[in-house]
């Protein structure tokens, strides 16, 4: 019944509502440079196509996995995935152990269950007793698993980030870029464009208001988009630039292949042993699923119960998306404190990926993060019970959160990370028609988040500070999810 109720979600909010000054009913206030970014490219094939239906291929229990016993299934469901080229591998009805992690190296590969509740895999360790590490992130002891790992992983290889050196200067909003040479760029081609962190372009990231951290310089920004035509040595692209592109700052432009994609985790439910969760930064990664360097992958139709970290994407991910997730608690207990550490997470230079139609019915630390660059992903059509948009340093810039209900804002903007990363964000953080069941949601932090946009929040306060745009709109906003509009702009519709 819950995951029938993720698909009427966007329905039940109200139609009638007032439009924004950033954006007017139907985008005629827009423009590209506008300070409300443009977010129509988030999701698996930048929202063109339909998450595919892809042909089984291969059955688990025809290498050995057994439901409903008591051994591991993970080496089977493994050699499964590892036999197959193309195609689905299907996990029937029942409950499966997982007693080691599972890894998907290559693509056009999807691990397709029965439904959640109907195919489990049902988790008895953790990460850490499996395999203990430590970790000195940002000094102290802490564990590894704390920041990442999962029993359900899809692992990409980064692509080159150095290749021809943009030789003229492009502001925000542009398409143009002029290179050194446009040789092997084609019309149609996908390019990645990257430039080092310095504190220039550290605080450019800050809309010019603060500084970026000592923790984030020496970063690669780098950011993906498809080649719409080449003349001489100019290349246009088919999305506005989401920052100035400026030669002092050594921007190159490279081929960009992914190192994996078409990968798919749909279908099932993964529930760990409900062990107490371990306390902040020592949870010992009872982790469900992550994505590293992965683009036009995809999680959906996913229940998860009793993890220390629910979803990730990392590492340079693209264009991924997850939808229909429902994240529960069931033998942990929210009197111990949150049930989780991260329930769902955009860190590492993630990109344009798309989360939509989502159930937190339990409290995490950080709800729903963006961290480490990331930037134009969306959070869509949303529900929780205390929910918060932790923004956890590194420069997070221009990410939307849009059509959620909250359920308590008390803590709704709460965010963490090491201070010498700076501030929570960088500029442009959009949250768009959010409801909660309060009367003034909690307000965002002084000097963190530059030129943050809150339209639709009933009761958000403009304290006239850090270049905020605040239109509280009585909580009703038209449109009233932000990018299901945008991309209907571009001619596609949103389903």
């Known amino acids: 019944m819950r995951f029938a109720l993720l698909v009427m979600m966007s329905v039940l909010t109200c139609s009638a509502g007032s439009p924004s000054k950033l954006w007017g009913r139907r985008g005629e206030l827009w423009r590209p440079d506008s300070r409300l970014p443009y977010f129509g490219f988030a999701g698996y094939q930048c929202g063109n196509d339909p998450i595919p239906d892809v042909p089984a291929k ?61 195919t489990i895999f049902y988790v008895p360790r953790s990460l850490q007793e499996l395999t203990p590490l430590e970790s000195n992130a940002d000094g102290g002891t802490k564990l590894a698993y704390s920041f990442g790992g999962a029993f359900l992983s899809v692992e990409g290889r980064r692509p080159r980030e150095h290749g021809v050196a943009v030789v003229e200067t492009s502001k925000r909003g542009e398409t143009l870029l002029q290179l050194e040479s446009n040789k092997g760029i084609e019309p149609s081609s996908w390019i990645q464009l990257s430039m080092k962190m310095n504190e220039e372009l550290g605080r450019h990231l800050h809309a010019d208001l603060f500084d970026m951290g000592e923790g984030t310089a020496g970063f690669m920004l780098s950011t993906v988009a498809q080649v719409k035509s080449v003349d001489k040595k100019s290349v246009k692209v088919d999305r506005p630039l989401r920052f100035d592109v400026r030669s002092e700052w050594n921007p190159t432009v490279a081929p960009f292949e992914p190192g994996i994609e078409e990968v798919g985790l749909e ?68 009197a111990d404190g949150p049930s989780g550490h991260h329930a769902v997470w955009l860190s590492g230079v993630a990109q344009g990926c798309l989360v939509s139609d989502i159930h937190i019915e339990t409290e995490y630390v950080h709800d729903i993060s963006f961290e480490g660059l990331a930037h134009g992903n969306v959070v869509r059509r949303g ?10 340093r590194n420069a997070p810039f221009e990410n939307l959160l849009t059509d959620i209900d909250v359920g308590n804002p008390d803590r709704i903007w709460s965010s963490s990370g090491s201070g010498h990363r700076g501030p929570h964000s960088a500029a442009r953080s959009t949250a768009w028609n959010i409801r909660h069941s309060g009367e003034v949601p909690a307000s965002p932090q002084k000097s963190h988040f530059p030129q943050l946009n809150m339209v639709g929040i009933k009761g958000a306060v403009n304290s006239n500070q850090d270049d905020w745009h605040v239109e509280p709109l009585g909580g009703a906003v038209v449109p009233s999810d932000l990018y299901e509009t945008q991309l209907k702009r571009r001619g596609i519709r949103v389903l």
């Open 383 to 392: 529900k929780g019970v205390r929910l918060n948009f932790d923004h956890h």
């Open 267 to 334: 279908n099932f439910t993964i529930q760990m042993a409900g062990k107490p969760k371990k306390a902040h930064l020592l949870e010992e990664g009872f982790n469900a699923i992550q994505m590293n360097a992965a683009v036009n992958c995809w999680v959906r139709r996913v229940e998860i119960i009793d993890a220390d970290l629910g979803i990730k994407f990392d590492n340079r991910s693209r264009f991924c998306q997850a939808e229909r997730i429902l994240i529960r608690h069931e033998k942990r207990s929210l």
């Open 58 to 118: 291969t059955d688990v229990r025809n290498f050995g996995a057994v439901p409903d016993d008591d051994l591991g299934d993970s080496d089977a469901i493994q050699a499964a995935i590892d036999a197959t080229e193309g195609g689905a591998v299907i996990v029937p009805a029942g409950r499966f152990i997982l007693d080691k992690p599972i890894t998907i190296k290559k693509s056009n590969v999807v691990l397709r269950g029965a439904g959640p509740r109907k």
